[in-house]
């Protein structure tokens, strides 16, 4: 018994030293590979970053097995998470990144985004004009639109009593701990100052108080706040109200299609991701590819089908078979987008911070 | 002790293993469920089958495994060199070099990997394999530092003195009687480590880069946009796997005192 | 006694060169960040600054690091009352079953914590399992508010901590000289004051390891608040992360965890002290 133990001890010692030499092993052959790229074109890799689940995964496989380039698919969980990441490794490592206008917005101003050769992505004349120009990319030498989206409220008329219309209903006494909202200071915070008649992006000290105290009488009402799947919620009942992205407002509608939908008349908040080739890409190349690749019309169309968000490709139009979720035109013309805030970033984290902990 | 006997304890310890389990009976149910959703929408493999065709998964799932044992490995050298040569002596810094080595699992894992970001960053250290090694190496040394001394601690000092007085070396002295008398701290050490680094999310975010993504990066992420049926299959054949392990372990070991006692 | 007791030996560089490299000198960062500038727009401006540390008076911060807190010592509370009796009774099972029960405790714990929260999350959900089973057996006849609410963030939080107080109790029985407790016995100590005399005391290293083991991350564990208790309220954890990410102030992040580091240095010495117990030193 005790040789058996010693014998054991001996061979823990091994296996720790093996482990050593395997992490040093390691190490060099990372570098062997990262310094193999460069002669005769690129190497046939496409770094990718974007949330979970983005770019759909037979999409991915498909460029894989037309064009033999290997894909590495990273995640991250907000636009703050990805620049910091892109910061830290100064705008290279990665290929193709998918993220919101107003993060792309700071990212070009720290000159970590790279300009499109657009002679190297033919399908890019397919994207529709009316998602471009916009205030992050006025030029469109940045940035390719992937997806649109716009907050919206929905409603469960059968734990509801009376018809909401807008914001203002939010705060309705008759919804106690019963709604649930994005887990996000801007959004949250936007809709307050919406419902006031003032702009999402508002920066003055005195406006932003009074939005605060308004703020914190809603959250008796907030049962749950939830970013990335609030969907769950309305479907399964445990929330009667809810104001979340257009993609999770179709989702909830499929599963119950007796939820109602509120394009709140106070006016609307509009959203755009778009993909972007950071300034020092390693595979530049091949990004367009991929950029090119997910520009096809009828490819385009699947994507939008998957992620459920409003395209933003001309040449998908005639390939989309459903159009689940229209959103009513003069709406959007008066949808605000929402923009950088610079240093009143923080006094809507210090709103967010109380209305948390009140 | 021996004339009553009540089952209470017995009793005590199933149930709490069986309350244990309950999220994970929940979890292993809901791989076999329909639907992406939280109700009960009839019985599909199809989560598996998915699962077993998404390369990205599988491909973390590898990172992930290779990241914990390289190091759990190394944080179990490094840790019970440290504890071992600390052992019975006082020297100066010794109570700083203490404190600083179990710091990791006493600060919020945030900073950290905030830090980790800046530093690598400064050193221009492409962010990959090795970076995430570096930080999980750090994490890891505390649960076995701090188990190995433990075990030191409660050590009858009497034993290796005798030992050495017997005309031992301080060598054969490790190896002989402390070694396997630390031995069980040391597994329990780096198990307990292993599991920490194939759990962590917040630190790996930060020092991983394009290439490396590791499956609690995957799962949080997927978790995230609600994508949780291959998920659910994947922890099912994650704790089929472990649990035919351990079961194999266990026989094994039978089987070898059978043999031994023939 | 030949050696030198007072020399740190060889085999301590390894650790000692690594852990300066690896804890020290972020640390030394974090430190040094907490007493710069915040950048206008992003970032830090090098420039002494004692800001952070005055914002940290702000009452609700203070909220905040008094919310954490009062979480983290809640779990470490219930932790130890559960985990105690598993420990003890585990230890004092048959050999062949006390590694098997052990080896059931952790497998859990190899697969995805998240997960495993996602499967609380199903049990308490209002259509879930046990409010269907409440109404199906009559005791309830309207579901019941479970997930989204502070008991149901206590219960996942010392599910996810509990097998660090186990495991660190478990190996101060096995320990134990059970021979002294048979001697308190055979001087007539009953069964219990006999564990309260004789066999606690034994295993108060371990009961002490366990509660700062738990403890400690329970004071920065936060998505576990945000999934079981609906983000509703704010810990440490998503603080330091909101100032970092959203507000992007480093330093004040970074003064918030030195803050932190203080307070929970100040929590386990008041331990230490009311317990009397030197081994716990190791810990800090």
């Not at chain 1, 990212?107 to 004349?125: C, M, S």
């Not at chain 1, 471009?132 to 929905?154: C, F, H, M, R, W």
């Not at chain 3, 030394?28 to 992003?42: H, I, P, Q, R």
Request: aromatic content about 12%; proline content about 5%.
């Amino acid at each position: 018994m005790k040789n058996s133990k010693k014998r054991l001890a001996r061979l823990l010692c091994a296996a720790m030293a093996a482990a050593m030499v395997l992490a040093g092993c390691n190490s060099s052959g990372g570098n062997s590979s990262s310094s193999s790229a460069g002669q005769g074109g690129e190497e046939q890799v496409l770094n990718i970053y974007t949330w979970a689940d983005y770019f759909p995964a037979d999409i991915v496989e498909e460029f894989t097995s037309t064009t033999g380039i290997k894909v590495n698919y990273s995640t991250f969980e907000s636009n703050e998470e990805m620049l910091m990441k892109l910061e830290a490794a100064k705008g290279g490592q990665y290929d193709l990144i998918l993220a919101s206008d107003y993060i792309i917005e700071t990212a070009i101003q720290k000159e970590l985004v790279g300009k499109l050769d657009t002679q190297q992505i033919p399908n890019f004349q397919n994207i529709n004009p009316a998602f471009q120009s916009k205030y992050y990319d006025p030029t469109n030498e940045y940035t390719v639109p992937y997806a649109a989206g716009i907050p919206l409220i929905i409603y469960n008329p059968e734990l509801v009593d009376f018809e909401i219309k807008g914001f203002e209903d939010l705060w309705n006494p008759q919804l106690a701990d019963s709604i649930v909202v994005m887990d996000d200071a801007r959004n949250v915070i936007g809709l307050t100052l919406k419902s006031m008649g003032y702009s999402l992006n508002e920066t003055d000290e005195a406006v932003l108080g009074q939005a605060k105290e308004k703020l914190m009488a809603l959250k008796p009402n907030i049962r749950a706040l939830d970013y990335s799947t609030p969907y769950n919620l309305m479907i399964s009942g445990e929330t009667a109200v809810g104001y979340m992205f257009t993609s999770q407002i179709i989702t909830a509608l499929n599963e119950n299609p007796d939820l109602k939908v509120v394009y709140p008349e106070e006016g609307l908040g509009f959203g755009i991701d778009s993909c972007f080739v950071p300034s020092d890409a390693p595979h530049k190349e091949n990004a367009y590819k991929f950029l090119d690749f997910i520009l096809d019309g009828e490819r385009s169309a699947h994507i939008s089908e998957e992620t459920m968000y409003i395209n933003c490709n001309s040449a998908a139009t005639p390939f989309i078979k459903e159009q689940a979720l229209v959103i009513p035109d003069e709406m959007i013309e008066g949808a605000e987008f929402m923009m950088n805030v610079g240093e009143a970033d923080e006094l809507y984290q210090q709103i967010w911070t109380e209305f948390k902990m009140s | 002790m021996r004339k009553k006997r009540t089952f209470l304890p017995e009793t005590y310890v199933v149930l709490m293993l069986l309350l244990m389990y309950l999220p994970i009976f929940v979890v292993v149910a809901y791989s076999f469920n329909d639907t992406k959703l939280f109700h009960w929408a009839g019985f599909t493999f199809s989560w598996y089958q998915k699962l077993f065709h998404n390369q990205t998964i599988i491909n973390a799932f590898f990172n992930s495994l290779k990241l914990a044992v390289l190091s759990s490995g190394l944080a179990a050298i490094l840790g019970t060199m440290g504890a071992v040569g600390m052992a019975g002596r006082t020297f100066f810094g010794k109570g700083a070099l203490e404190g600083l080595s179990t710091v990791p699992i006493m600060i919020p894992e945030i900073i950290l990997g905030m830090a980790y970001l800046s530093f690598f960053s400064l050193l221009q250290v492409p962010f990959g394999m090795l970076t995430l090694v570096a930080a999980h190496t750090t994490f890891c040394v505390p649960y076995i530092f701090i188990n190995v001394k433990a075990s030191l601690q409660s050590l009858d000092p009497a034993l290796g003195e005798a030992a050495l007085d017997l005309g031992a070396s301080r060598r054969r002295v490790f190896f002989d009687i402390t070694a396997p008398l630390i031995f069980p701290s040391i597994l329990s050490g780096s198990l307990l480590a292993f599991a920490m680094s194939m759990d962590d999310v917040v630190i790996s975010f930060f020092v991983t880069g394009p290439e490396t993504a590791t499956l609690p990066l995957q799962v949080y992420s997927m978790l995230k946009m609600g994508v949780t049926p291959e998920i659910n299959a994947l922890c099912t054949v994650m704790l089929g796997t472990v649990f035919l392990l351990v079961a194999g372990a266990r026989l094994f070991q039978s089987a070898r005192k059978a043999k031994k006692g023939r | 006694m030949k050696r030198n007791k007072n020399r740190p030996p060889i085999t301590l560089l390894p650790m000692a060169l690594w852990t300066t490299v690896f804890v020290a000198v972020p640390l030394v960062y974090v430190l040094g960040l907490s007493f710069m500038k915040k950048a206008a727009t992003w970032g830090v401006v090098a420039e002494f600054s004692l800001d952070s540390y005055k914002n940290l008076l702000n009452p609700v911060y203070l909220k905040v690091f008094a919310q954490s807190f009062w979480v983290a010592i809640l779990t470490t509370v219930f932790a130890l009352l559960i985990g105690y009796p598993f420990a003890y009774f585990t230890a004092k099972l048959p050999k062949k079953h006390r590694s098997l029960v052990l080896m059931l405790m952790l497998v859990p714990f190899w697969t995805n914590s998240l997960v495993r929260i996602y499967g609380w999350m199903i049990l308490l959900r209002s259509q879930g399992v046990i409010n269907g089973l409440l109404m199906q057996f009559g005791v309830i006849d309207k579901p019941l508010k479970l997930l989204y609410t502070f008991g149901a963030v206590l219960v996942g939080m010392v599910y996810a901590l509990l097998p660090f107080m186990v495991l660190a109790i478990y190996n101060s029985v096995c320990k134990v000289d059970w021979s002294l407790v048979e001697a308190s016995r055979d001087l007539g100590a009953g069964r219990a004051k006999a564990f309260f005399t004789v066999t606690l005391p034994l295993t108060m290293p371990g009961v002490m390891a366990g509660c700062v083991l738990v403890f400690i991350p329970s004071v920065g564990l936060f998505f576990i608040s945000d999934l079981l208790g609906g983000a509703k309220t704010m810990l440490l954890g998503n603080l330091i992360k909101n100032e970092l990410l959203s507000a992007k102030n480093w330093p004040m992040g970074a003064a918030l965890s030195i803050a932190m580091m203080a307070v929970t240095l100040l929590v386990i010495r008041l331990y230490q002290h009311f317990s009397r117990d030197q081994n716990l030193e190791g810990l800090l």
